[in-house]
């Protein structure tokens, strides 16, 4: 990220299309096609793994599989695996709205499980070839998620790892050996969603930087408890005998929650993953820059000092922060895999060790504009205050929108902010967040799609420590205005952001 640019962020998910929720086929092609019409550089998505419990994409069942609700049903038709008929059998949501998670887990497995079922003799040599290329991931992944999605395994079909009949909580169990030999086509089903994924992911990535398109992915710094990664390797983990966490993951109370955030991510063993050379986190960021272009680290600050909660704690407020791997990490990562394009997230309570770590880095850092709107201080978030190495966002998708914020702000705060952005009704009050992102000297701005369409928070994409509703916002076709795009590239070009 050398030239002053922008991007849009907007999740998979939130794209519009005729099946439930936005995937990786026409309408996917076409925002980048607005993308260009814009004059922006970068796309940016949030995690791309499977969702469970919560749907949200920073909780997925594997640090390295596609959510194969992701998959173009439209290119399974044209393949011949699926008909227009069977796809109209099985209820996914409406073409606009929200994303309505329980229809996808219903019926669009269901479909992919018909799909499988056309296409297997045609596919099963390359998917053999697929299986043996991706083995050190997608082996434990299949395995997981097939015992998962078998009756009297557990308690209830899809049950977390934890409540799984006693052998089966052991990946290395010869009880789980001889289901991995008798079970091979639900695991070569798994195999499936992950074969159509990737492919369709390296085509649509294909077609965005032959555009001139960036894709800027997200990496959570913790994985799921319910995850083939901690099932398949406990030792990389802090667990007790039976496999439970002694210790999960959380922030402290800060200006997002007053109870601080707990998030229940096992800890990591970091120990261990020294000893082995940080072996997992370089294969990891070494699959993220084969699907991205520019990869932002979630919680980046945990990688100095991490937030560490008593597991079965109500909140985070009595977590203690623990040393993490610091430099050694990264500098391991740049020995095996050399220079790389990673944005730093930052944000909340960050410690003078975090920022010599981030500066040892050479990492960008985030900036979001919402947060600079003290009319008594002086905060980092205000552009006057940013260095060129750094992005800068209206909001996240942790954010209220724009208009969601400013109708929270204190009158002191808002007439503040109207002076300082230079706010007025008859541009939007959200266009000038937009234009002071924009004309600020940070490399790169970003802001998340709502703003830029000037919704309320009825299309906010996350509120954290609330469990429902989340995830759920969609765009509507009609969005993607000429008109539109036509704004935000005489806004690009007024930046020299081209």
């Known amino acids: 990220m050398k030239k002053r640019s922008g991007g849009i962020l907007l999740h998979i998910s939130s794209l519009p299309g005729d099946y439930g929720i936005g995937d990786l086929g026409k309408e996917a092609h076409n925002f980048i096609d607005f993308l260009v019409r814009a004059k922006q550089t970068y796309w940016q998505i949030l995690p791309l793994g499977v969702t469970g419990f919560g749907d949200s994409p920073y909780q997925c069942f594997s640090a390295f599989a596609g959510n194969p609700y992701f998959i173009s049903l439209d290119e399974l038709m044209q393949l011949g695996y699926l008909t227009e008929e069977q796809i109209r059998e099985f209820e996914l949501g409406e073409d606009s709205g929200r994303v309505d998670y329980k ?192 990869l932002r680290i979630d919680h980046f600050r945990g990688f100095e000092s991490y937030c560490e909660i008593k597991y079965g704690s109500k909140d985070a407020t009595r977590g203690r922060w623990v040393k993490g791997p610091g430099m050694k990490l990264f500098n391991k990562i740049k020995e095996e895999l050399g220079d790389l394009d990673i944005i730093a997230e930052d944000l909340g309570y960050i410690t003078k060790e975090v920022e010599k770590l981030i500066k040892g880095t050479g990492f960008p850092s985030m900036k979001v504009l919402q947060y600079a709107f003290d009319s008594g201080g002086d905060s980092r978030y205000f552009p006057h205050n940013y260095d060129k190495n750094c992005v800068v966002y209206t909001g996240t998708h942790d954010n209220s929108t724009v208009l969601g914020s400013i109708k929270d702000m204190s009158p002191e705060d808002f007439d503040f902010a109207k002076k300082y952005l230079r706010l007025s009704r008859e541009e939007g009050f959200n266009w000038g967040f937009i234009r002071g992102a924009w004309s600020s000297v940070a490399r790169l701005a970003i802001a998340p799609m709502q703003d830029f369409l000037g919704l309320d928070d009825s299309a906010r994409m996350n509120k954290p420590s609330s469990a429902d509703g989340n995830w759920a916002w969609r765009l509507n076709k009609s969005d993607l205005t000429d008109e539109l795009a036509k704004k935000i590239g005489e806004l690009t070009d007024t930046y020299r952001r081209c």
């Open 103 to 294: 229809l996808l887990y219903k019926n669009k497995m269901k479909l992919l499980r018909i799909a499988y079922k056309a296409a297997k003799e045609d596919v099963l040599d390359e998917l053999e070839r697929f299986y043996k290329k991706n083995y050190s991931w997608l082996r434990d992944f299949a395995l997981f998620m097939s015992i998962k999605n078998t009756e009297g395994l557990s308690p209830r079909v899809g049950d977390s790892w934890l409540k799984w009949v006693e052998h089966y909580r052991d990946s290395n169990s010869n009880v789980v050996s001889d289901f991995e030999r008798f079970s091979g086509d639900e695991i070569y089903f798994w195999v499936f969603t992950q074969y159509f994924f990737f492919n369709q992911w390296k085509i649509l990535k294909y077609y965005a930087n032959k555009r001139g398109i960036k894709i800027i992915g997200d990496l959570s710094m913790y994985v799921s408890e319910d995850s083939s990664d901690v099932w398949a390797n406990p030792h990389l983990f802090k667990l007790d005998e039976y496999f439970c966490p002694v210790a999960v993951a959380g922030v402290p109370p800060d200006i997002c929650s007053c109870e601080g955030q707990l998030w229940g991510n096992p800890v990591y063993n970091w120990d261990v993953m020294e000893k082995q050379g940080y072996d997992w986190w370089i294969r990891r960021i070494k699959m993220s820059f084969e699907l991205y272009d520019v």
